[in-house]
């Protein structure tokens, strides 16, 4: 069955710290790939998204994301993480054959950033 | 700015009332969606509809059941509110598969 792993629950940074939340999925051929963001109490926002082509993506916030076929991971990134950052991070991932309309979600990275 | 708006933030229900929930998208996506999330599962689909008119049963719909009378609004409605239906509620919608956008959600509380 397609599946998402975020393989950490909760991490704690330090501001200015770098960040790397990780992400695998279970598919057979290359999906497209999805990172969103929630901040407390809200709904999630995207933060960026890989359907092809160059395999490290940007996206907002600082944030990037490189998509490792090999690996089946797509593993997000940001250099220098602020208080701001603190949130929670969904990988989702939608099959690209088929009509399949639905996104697979992981169970999110809750993250928190000391001062 | 596009936008996909839920009725409500905040809400609480007595047990045994039905609930209405209400989600609005203006992109005239074709697919929406509503999820709901609890501590430690996730995002956890309940329906989604991908046209007017059509349903179609997420991974818990039991309990709930959907409305899609227009393509810019899908309802979410509790037949008969529980307390082990407090949670949060997400609407989403999207065009194709290229990602979706949501609403800032709605925390429902039934007591």
């Known amino acids: 069955a397609q599946s998402v792993t975020q393989p950490d629950i909760h991490i704690t940074v330090s501001e200015g710290a770098s960040l790397e939340l990780r992400c695998n999925y279970s598919?057979?051929?290359?999906?497209?790939l999805f990172w969103y963001v929630q901040s407390p109490g809200q709904g999630l926002q995207l933060l960026l998204k890989y359907f092809s082509g160059d395999t490290l993506v940007q996206g907002i916030k600082g944030f990037e994301a490189e998509f490792k076929r090999s690996q089946s991971s797509f593993n997000l990134r940001k250099p220098s993480v602020h208080w701001s950052d603190a949130a929670e991070y969904f990988c989702?991932?939608?099959?690209?054959?088929?009509?399949?309309?639905?996104?697979?979600w992981g169970l999110g990275t809750s993250l928190a950033v000391n001062p | 700015d596009v936008k996909v708006t839920q009725s409500s933030r905040y809400l609480v229900k007595r047990t045994g009332e039905k609930v209405f929930l209400e989600c609005v998208q203006d992109m005239d996506h074709e697919n929406m969606f509503w999820y709901r999330q609890d501590p430690g599962l996730g995002l956890r689909l309940i329906y989604f509809s991908y046209d007017v008119k059509m349903k179609e049963k997420g991974d818990i719909p039991e309990g709930y059941s959907v409305s899609r009378e227009k393509k810019e609004r899908f309802s979410l409605i509790l037949e008969s509110a529980s307390t082990n239906q407090t949670s949060m509620y997400l609407c989403?919608?999207?065009?194709?598969?290229?990602?979706?956008?949501f609403g800032s959600g709605t925390r429902l509380t039934v007591v």
């Open positions: 598919y057979g051929a290359t999906p497209y």
């Open positions: 989403a919608s999207s065009f194709s598969r290229y990602g979706y956008t």
């Open positions: 989702a991932v939608a099959p690209n054959a088929g009509n399949n309309r639905k996104l697979i």
